[in-house]
């Protein structure tokens, strides 16, 4: 296993996420960075926004935030699994792991998981399904950090599967190539 520990990495670690972290840890519960924090440490960049997935549902995360009087805002995102806490004034936007049930290309019926590389598999881009331990470690299931190392931008699994899923995603696609994260080449056939 690939592991991080670099100063960008260990600046993440607020008081406010030790207290977060601390939480989740004594309630046994799984907390990861997601997505584009994880791309952008391995890219040697500090992330200008951190999202974290778990194996805690909102309930879960719910009870555990009143038992330990943290606030919670922002209660929009619940049904899709994402709880906000404010803590340290530092807001944490945590996800329960899901699978995408049924998608209308836009939104998403989903259903909570346990299961770290079923939550990787519904995502977009091979450089935004890894997570990173709060110890440092990479969990990366689809080669994602080779990618991000060759400057190439895929969909995970199928992409026309994963764009008819979320039509957002091929300007998440333009996007990532765009900022320098990839390459256009090889083209999608979509058609």
Not at 14 to 19: A, F, M, P, Q
Not at 58 to 78: C, S, V, Y
Not at 130 to 135: A, R
Not at 166 to 185: H, Q
Request: aromatic share 8%; charged share 25%.
């Amino acid at each position: 296993m690939q592991q991080i520990d670099t100063l960008h990495f260990h600046t993440l670690f607020t008081d406010g996420l030790k207290c977060i972290a601390e939480l989740f840890v004594k309630n046994n519960h799984e907390l990861r960075i997601a997505g584009g924090a994880v791309r952008d440490l391995l890219n040697g960049k500090q992330p200008e926004d951190v999202d974290f997935a778990t194996t805690a549902t909102p309930d879960h995360m719910k009870e555990l935030f009143q038992t330990a009087g943290i606030r919670m805002i922002n209660n929009k995102g619940e049904k899709h699994g994402t709880i906000t806490a404010r803590v340290h004034n530092q807001n944490f936007e945590i996800t329960t792991l899901r699978i995408d049930v049924a998608t209308d290309g836009r939104h998403a019926e989903v259903q909570f998981t346990t299961d770290w590389q079923t939550d990787a598999e519904r995502r977009d881009l091979t450089i935004n399904s890894m997570f990173l331990g709060l110890d440092g470690t990479l969990y990366d299931y689809f080669n994602g950090y080779e990618d991000l190392k060759k400057k190439k931008v895929r969909f995970v699994g199928d992409p026309s599967q994963r764009i008819q899923e979320d039509y957002l995603r091929i300007m998440r696609y333009f996007r990532s190539t765009s900022t320098g994260a990839g390459d256009l080449a090889p083209m999608l056939n979509l058609c």
